[in-house]
Structures are given as C-alpha cells and as structure tokens.
C-alpha cells in the first residue's frame, strides 16, 4: 500500500498531500496539528477548540476580505466607505467566520483535529482583485483537518462520506445565513419600504441586505466542483465526490438565488443603492 502513495510537501509551514495513484483520493493535512487516535476529541470548553495561531489567521482573513468586499460595493475615497466596511465586517462574522467553524466543527465531531488557515497570496489577490477589476476572490484560507494518514485507503468510502460532510457543513450554514438576512431584510421591506428614514433603518438595510447576498455568493463560488490532485480544491469538489445530488441541490439553490439578487427579481441592490 504505501508504494501507491506519494508524499507532497509545500508551504510554510508544509502542508503534506497523501495521495494515490488515483486522482481522485488524495488528503490534505498539517503534520503539526496531531491526529487524535483515541476517539473523539474531547474539549474542556469552547475554547480549547482553538489555537492562538488559529485565532491570529481568522482575524486577519476576517479585517481583509471586509476590506474587499466594501471596496467593490463602495468607492474607497468616499466617506461612505467606512459604513460598507462595518456592514461588510458584520456580514462576513456570519458568512465566513460560521463557515470555518463548521468545518471545523464537524471535522472534530469525527476525532479529527482540524484548525483554520488563512492563505496569504490569495487575500492579497482578493484585495487586489478588488481594487482593480471590482472582483473579489473569495478563498482567504481553509479549516485543515488530519485524520489518519492511512484512512483514505483503508476505509475509502466512509472517508469520503466523511470528507464531504465535513466540506458541506460550511456553504450549508452560509445558506442558513443568507435565508437568516434575506428574511431579516423583507421584514424592513414591510415595514419601512423603500424609504429608510435615518441612519439606523438605513444601515439595517445595508448590513441585511449585504448579508444575504455576500451568504449567498460564498455558498455558490464554495460550492463549485473545482480541484485536481496538485489542488486541494474547493467545498463543491469534495461534495461532488461524495454525493453529486447534494452537490446540485446546495449548488444550484445559492447560484439561482444569487443571481435573482444581482439582476434584481429581488430587489436588494436597488434597496441599499447599489
């Protein structure tokens, strides 16, 4: 069995890549996490769930894609740019932080010792991209979690039942979440209308508005099926090797919905002036 796998190290710190001959098993894991071998972790409290640098990574992916996501919905020179930038940073505490967490979550409820990691190069992208072309590259890190080494080929099926739930958990809660904003948002709509009197009726449209349709977005550009055997790949690809007919349902209801918002069957960017 072992003269099937090949050992992969990349980054710093190294990221090793367990993976067959076959393309379509391979496993992503930080040799410094520790697999847990007895069982399932158990925790003293919420927080012995987290490490410092685990803490560090998700605050400062958090401050940088608010930071992209404001300067594509407002010019950064303008004094309303700030008030984007809070809406955008509330926003993505639901959709990005709760997405990490239920990776992370689920990967535990399995034994496996799992912590988030910010990706440096593609936050800079997504700030650039943002920036330049009014795009943001929403893949600011990943939850790595570390199971066995040997489980993938030991246990291939239940690994990869595993792997996709573990994958599915996030865009699953961003769909929560963007339901969660989407009625928040109408009940404004009923209330108040389309005229927001005051600073705070006005940026309850912002930040409901935003969130459901940033939620979304981070549930459909999550769920596409990319990944190859030198990627580890996105949330879509890990479900669609798992169960395709999952993989459509929670790929299509954000896609479908996201684009209603942007060409305005649902009338939030018009609302909130975008």
């Known amino acids: 069995m072992r003269k099937e796998v090949k050992i992969v190290k990349r980054g710093s710190p190294s990221v090793r890549i367990y993976r067959k001959k076959n393309p379509w098993e391979f496993i992503p ?15 003293r409290n919420f927080a012995s769930r987290f490490s410092t640098k685990e803490v560090e990574d998700i605050l400062i992916a958090w401050v940088a894609l608010s930071f992209a996501f404001a300067v594509v919905l407002y010019p950064i020179s303008g004094k309303g740019f700030l008030l984007y930038f809070l809406a955008s940073f509330i926003v993505l505490g639901a959709a990005f932080i709760l997405h990490e967490l239920m990776h992370k979550f689920v990967a535990q409820s399995y034994g496996y010792e799992a912590q988030f990691r910010m990706f440096p190069f593609f936050l800079i992208l997504a700030v650039v991209m943002a920036l330049l072309i009014g795009f943001v590259f929403a893949l600011p890190g990943a939850t790595i979690f570390e199971p066995d080494p040997q489980e993938p080929y030991t246990d291939p099926k239940g690994f990869t039942e595993r792997y996709g739930k573990i994958s599915l958990a996030g865009p699953l809660i961003d769909i929560v979440a963007g339901f969660i904003f989407l009625g928040l948002f109408f009940l404004l709509y009923m209330f108040i209308g389309t005229n927001a009197n005051g600073p705070a009726a006005a940026f309850g449209y912002i930040v409901t508005g935003l969130g459901a349709f940033i939620s979304f977005y981070l549930a459909a550009f999550n769920m596409l099926p990319l990944g190859s055997v030198s990627f580890v790949g996105l949330d879509g690809y890990k479900v669609w090797r798992w169960n395709r007919v999952y993989w ?27």
């Open 29 to 43: 894991f930080k040799s410094n996490l520790g697999y847990n071998n007895g069982g399932r972790k158990k925790f």
């Open 248 to 274: 459509a349902i929670f790929f299509i209801l954000p896609v479908t919905i996201t684009v209603l918002i942007y060409i305005g069957y649902i009338p939030i960017l018009s609302v909130i002036g975008l």
